[in-house]
Nanobody, 115 residues
Framework: QVQFVESGGDLVQPGGSLRLSCVTS????????MDWYRQAPGKQREFVAG???????IYADDVKDRFTISRDNAKGTLYLQMNNLKPEDTAAYYC?????????WGRGTQVTVSS
């Protein structure tokens, strides 16, 4: 059974930092492209960052230079380091991968950026 457990979300002031984690199980993590999405209230879920099995990252334009995605294949864990957070980063953040033709999602972790 594929499982994702996200953690690390919190309330943080603008300019602050957070590190999200996604612990996975039930599939061969090291072989899969992994990514983070986010969804703000009233908005569609959007891509934030992705990382290939070999560790090559890609980012959405509005998080480039502020967020860093990484992975620990030995631990089956995906990370998102978020720096210089802005109020518009407020959202639920979800870990995701596609297995076969099936998208797989965690339950998300809430990030709130507010003073």
């Amino acid at each position: 059974q594929v499982q994702f457990v996200e953690s690390g979300g919190d309330l943080v002031q603008p300019g602050g930092s957070l590190r999200l984690s996604c612990v996975t199980s039930g599939f061969t993590f090291s072989s899969n492209f992994m990514d983070w999405y986010r969804q703000a209230p009233g908005k569609q879920r959007e891509f934030v960052a992705g990382i290939s099995a070999g560790g090559d990252p890609i980012y959405a334009d509005d998080v480039k230079d502020r967020f860093t995605i990484s992975r620990d294949n030995a631990k089956g864990t995906l990370y998102l380091q978020m720096n210089n957070l802005k109020p518009e980063d407020t959202a639920a953040y979800y870990c995701h991968t596609t297995l076969g033709f099936q998208g797989n999602w965690g339950r998300g972790t809430q990030v709130t950026v507010s003073s």
